[in-house]
């Protein structure tokens, strides 16, 4: 990992359009993508409520799969984020978890080691890059709002609104080391790596708060 990228935690939600949800003594069927931070916010929702794995029928699609599933009815709820999560609510989807209230979601920048280790210069071009982007982006929400929404083909309001939730950021903290361990874990535990790396090793020091 060369830099940071975002937290935009609270872009990450598990919804409801019809009010069922895991953990009222009935079977419920659950879209979204798997291995993902979404899948992760519903693992820790269901340990933390005490939910049954087995009472949950999680079904793996893409996001925009999901959302089609959820106002169709095919399902009980799904994992969306981002511009999606907004457009479930507008429909009448009711948040049942955010993923700011669980392990949340950090969004980096990373390079395979062969990179890392024939190019160190261009690791500090791309994090001083990162580095002013943030400071750019800052400086002027606005005209960074423009463009973002321009790319996206999404509305300014609904632009603006997740700007401000991203929270972009350059430099990983400790804190974020931490929450990239429990990231691991969750795939170690779901059988989606079959070996854990000490974090702190993988984030490089052109990555890491001064």
């Known amino acids: 990992m060369i830099a940071g990228v975002g937290r935009p935690s609270e872009l990450f939600g598990l919804v ?32 933390k409520e005490k939910v049954p794995e087995r009472s949950v029928h999680f079904v793996g699609m893409s996001q925009q799969a999901a959302l089609t599933a959820l106002l169709t009815s095919r ?25 700011k209230d669980f392990t949340g979601v950090n969004l980096v920048m990373a390079v395979s080691k062969d990179f890392a280790d024939k190019y ?13 982007a943030v400071q750019w982006i800052n400086e002027n929400k606005q005209e960074a709002v423009k463009i973002g929404v321009s790319e996206l083909g999404i509305p300014e309001e609904l632009g603006s609104k997740l700007a401000s939730a991203y929270h972009y950021y350059s430099r990983l903290n400790p804190d974020d080391i931490a929450q990239l ?19 702190e090793e993988i984030v490089l020091p052109v990555a890491k708060e001064k």
């Open 16 to 47: 409801s359009l019809s009010g069922k949800k895991p953990g009222e003594g009935t079977e419920v069927t659950v879209a979204g993508p798997k291995g993902t931070a979404l899948h992760q916010l519903l693992a820790d929702y269901l340990n």
């Open 75 to 99: 399902v009980d709820c799904a994992l969306l984020g981002g511009a999606l999560l907004e457009k479930a609510k507008k429909a009448g989807a009711k948040e049942i978890a955010n993923a």
């Open 181 to 199: 361990e429990k990231t691991q874990k969750f795939l170690k535990d779901y059988g989606f790596i079959k070996k854990t790396v000490p974090v």
């Open 120 to 132: 160190p210069e261009a690791l500090e071009k791309i994090a001083n890059a990162q580095d002013k």
